[in-house]
């Protein structure tokens, strides 16, 4: 790991000064200085300009604009250029470019055009590499490297012949002969046995359901395929440059495929892209859940959030721009919850492109503008929280995430389509954030041992050594909760026999002997007041108290959900989708038994967040609703310097950051 802060919080986004006219840079540099940016991401799209033919590279203009940046004493994290090939590299070998399940080949004219496992790009990207790489090591304006653009975006699973063969090259590593893979893909069934490697491929369109392992194996591969040019190009990037290294992770916004865990330790610092989907009323939830996320996969680290808008952006099918004020909210949201770094895409909105309609710090209209005052007020207010950087956010709480358990449990011919691995997930950690409770998401192979609770959500895929952890978890004195269909089946995705949730029935104290999924639109009631939809299940208490039970639905009298002494700590199973409200009431159930305390008592739609170094503290307060906030803080205001002795005064839509006196908030 290379050490990668700089003396504040980073502040700024990619910037593409090749869709301009030169006379526009001196412009944008004056204008990043007016508005505090310190760090652009340079170069990101540039492949088809550095490299114009096969070989010939031109750095003439790239030379210019890292030197005007350099004076004008912006940083520079500078890309690759690997993200997008350029079109002669399709023209001159066609077998690039990626293929659909149904043999669909996918042309330039968009981006990331390219199949993940072809040996030619993989070989004319790290040239790339080499000569960025070679001819900027030493250049003193760049601090960070860039590595390719959101791999796998548009292309992470591709299904061509040289992908097929790519794959079975990855089947041999991970099962060394066909009798293991036969009997891990569960061959016997449907005249499925493989007699020879070159009868297996890809996952393709198929007339039945396709071998679920087979499926499962091949989102493995791809995650793998798209980590390992990730590897190859910082190979490239160790031997020539020392700056560190990153690139910009998608965690959040549903973005499944990219076991982005497994990468953690390829990068120097992990770096996010978040963008809201800005319909959703509540999408400031689903920001603090990616931001959450991030610092789970970075460890507990601080990280960098390499993208967001300033306001709209242009691929949502409405896209709603930021009210004033919203952008200082969500970026300071990020920054709550461990981002030393606030970036956007992009610096100048385009005027050419399929980008043309998303923000930019410097929108269409010119500088003259609500969003480009408030990035200068963005840009302010970082350099006013400077001295947060380094720290670490404070949270009780785990939730448990696993991209494998998430594809696991959303492959075809399920119980019921209706289980999705986000719906419990965004759920619980709902009802954490309305009590104002922070959670770290991490990998369920993470240390649990500094935790107060941990919830596992549809842990549909898990690993002996996993719930192993968790058992001795709670019987060494913690809390969990674990929900419905979790537990169900091993990394092959075979089921765990005796009765379901499978791994999880001795811990849960439960055994279930069949699933009741519900008809769509389908509601039970609970006998303490709950109404629940989308699944029930015959459950047995084995060991485990019974707290509510239904009373009507296809299970009348069968337990719903139940709790298991083991050792110092319980167990809680929760074996239907309870509506919002009865989960936000087992949330505070679990949060008052496991004994954890909200960053600060605030009232309701204020998000809370302490982050802390040692004995110091900070205490982020964001207030989402439409009416003043007062809450109980001692201590320093940053961003207007104020003092607040006794009582933060926060106005509707407004932010603070309290360094908290040091008697404040012991750890
Ligand atoms: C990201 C991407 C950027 C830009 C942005 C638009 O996915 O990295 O290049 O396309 O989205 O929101």
Not at 227 to 255: C, D, K, S
Not at 280 to 302: F, I, K, S
Not at 356 to 365: E, G, N, R, T, Y
Not at 415 to 434: F, H, I, K, T
Request: aromatic residues 10%; hydrophobic residues 40%; negative net charge.
């Amino acid at each position: 790991m290379r050490q990668w802060h700089g003396n504040g919080i980073y502040f700024g986004g990619d910037y593409n000064p090749e869709q301009w006219p030169e006379q526009t840079w001196s412009e944008d540099v004056e204008l990043m200085r007016r508005a505090g940016v310190n760090l652009v991401s340079v170069g990101i799209f540039s492949w088809a300009l550095l490299e114009p033919t096969p070989g010939r590279f031109e750095f003439g203009w790239l030379d210019r604009v890292l030197d005007l940046l350099h004076s004008g004493g912006i940083q520079v994290d500078l890309a690759t250029a690997t993200a997008s090939p350029p079109p002669w590299l399709a023209r001159a070998h066609p077998e690039t470019l990626p293929r659909r399940a149904d043999g669909t080949i996918l042309w330039p004219g968009g981006r990331q055009a390219y199949c993940p496992s072809s040996p030619i790009f993989r070989e004319r990207s790290l040239e790339v590499v080499r000569a960025v790489a070679g001819r900027y090591a030493e250049h003193p304006a760049v601090v960070m490297w860039h590595i390719s653009n959101e791999l796998g975006c548009h292309n992470a699973h591709c299904y061509c012949d040289v992908s097929a063969e790519a794959f079975r090259g990855w089947l041999r590593e991970r099962y060394g002969d066909l009798d293991g893979l036969n009997d891990a893909w569960g061959t016997a069934f449907w005249s499925q046995h493989y007699g020879d490697w070159a009868e297996i491929n890809p996952p393709r369109t198929a007339p039945a359901f396709a071998n679920p392992t087979q499926q499962l194996d091949f989102l493995r591969f791809s995650s793998d395929e798209l980590r390992a040019q990730l590897r190859a190009e910082r190979e490239v990037l160790r031997t020539l440059v020392r700056q560190p290294i990153t690139t910009n992770f998608m965690i959040g916004m549903g973005v499944k495929h990219m076991d982005y865990q497994s990468w953690a330790d390829d990068v120097d610092l992990v770096s996010n892209d978040h963008y809201l989907t800005a319909a959703d009323p509540q999408a400031h939830l689903g920001l603090a859940l990616a931001a959450d996320h991030t610092r789970g996969v970075a460890g507990g680290d601080p990280w960098l959030l390499m993208e967001h808008s300033t306001s709209a952006v242009q691929w949502q099918p409405r896209n709603v721009a930021k009210l004033p004020g919203q952008l200082r909210r969500n970026s300071l949201a990020h920054v709550a919850r461990g981002a030393d770094g606030v970036l956007f895409f992009q610096w100048r909105a385009s005027r050419s492109g399929a980008e043309k309609f998303h923000s930019a710090l410097v929108p269409h209209a010119g500088p003259d503008t609500k969003v480009f005052r408030e990035v200068c007020q963005l840009g302010a207010d970082l350099k006013a929280l400077a001295e947060v950087r380094g720290s670490r956010v404070d949270a009780d709480v785990a939730i448990l995430f696993d991209w494998e358990a998430w594809w696991g449990v959303e492959l075809d011919s399920h119980p019921s389509v209706d289980v999705r691995y986000a719906d419990r997930l965004n759920a619980l950690y709902g009802a954490l954030w309305r009590a104002g409770v922070t959670a770290d998401v991490v990998h369920p192979s993470a240390d649990l041992s500094g935790y107060r609770l941990v919830l596992a959500p549809t842990l549909y895929l898990v690993r002996d050594a996993d719930v192993a952890a968790l058992h001795r978890y709670v019987e060494g004195g913690g809390t969990a909760a674990v929900t419905y269909f979790s537990g169900i089946v091993d990394e092959n995705d075979h089921i765990r026999l005796g009765g379901y949730p499978g791994a999880f029935r001795e811990l849960l104290g439960v055994r279930t002997e069949e699933f009741f999924p519900l008809r769509e639109g389908e509601q039970v009631r609970l006998d303490d007041g709950s109404t629940a939809d989308v699944w029930t299940e015959w459950l047995h208490p084995d060991g485990a108290e019974v707290l509510a039970s239904y009373t009507d639905g296809p299970l009348p009298g069968v337990p719903a959900l139940t709790r298991h002494r083991v050792g110092d700590g319980a167990a809680w199973y929760v074996g239907t989708r309870l509506d919002e409200a009865a989960t936000d009431r087992l949330v505070a159930r679990l949060v008052g038994e496991a004994g954890v305390r909200p960053a600060a008592p605030a009232p309701s739609g204020v998000e809370v967040v302490r982050r802390r170094d040692g004995d110091q503290s900070w205490l982020f307060v964001i207030n989402h609703t439409e009416a003043e906030a007062r809450l109980p803080v001692t201590g320093t205001e940053l961003l207007t310097g104020a003092r607040c002795s006794g009582e933060l005064t926060l106005p509707a839509g407004a932010v603070a950051v309290v360094r908290e006196d040091r008697t404040d908030h012991p750890a």
